[in-house]
């Protein structure tokens, strides 16, 4: 197939606990924590939107150049996936800079 550099990575499936367009958003994020953080900047450019959104400055931007040479930079795509697990939206707003604090 032609093929030179690939990237395989782990993300175990995030399925909504319960068909609430919360919990289903929360499964999406889930997976876009995940998978996105590293897939998406190498085959769209940039880290996924929720994410920008939610970790906002603590999050490192790419540059221009940086976005160009990233997407793009692998021929395939590899997926592990060992396990999933149920996503329930949070019952009270984010806040702090993680869940240590």
């Known amino acids: 197939q032609g093929g030179k550099v690939g990237i395989s990575l782990n ?3 995030r399925q909504a606990d319960t068909e609430s367009e919360e919990d289903k958003l929360a499964a999406s994020r ?3 924590f995940s998978l996105g953080w590293f897939a998406e900047p190498i085959y769209l450019g940039d880290y996924p939107k929720c994410m920008k959104e939610v970790c906002k400055d603590r999050l490192p931007e790419f540059s221009e150049l940086e976005k160009q040479m990233l997407m793009g930079s692998s021929d395939f795509f590899g997926l592990n996936s060992y ?3 149920f996503a329930k939206a949070p019952k009270q707003p984010f ?3 993680g869940y240590w604090e």
Do not use: L, P
């Open 95 to 97: 806040q702090g800079i």
């Open 30 to 32: 889930a997976m876009e």
């Open 83 to 85: 396990s999933g697990n």
């Open 11 to 13: 993300a175990d499936w």
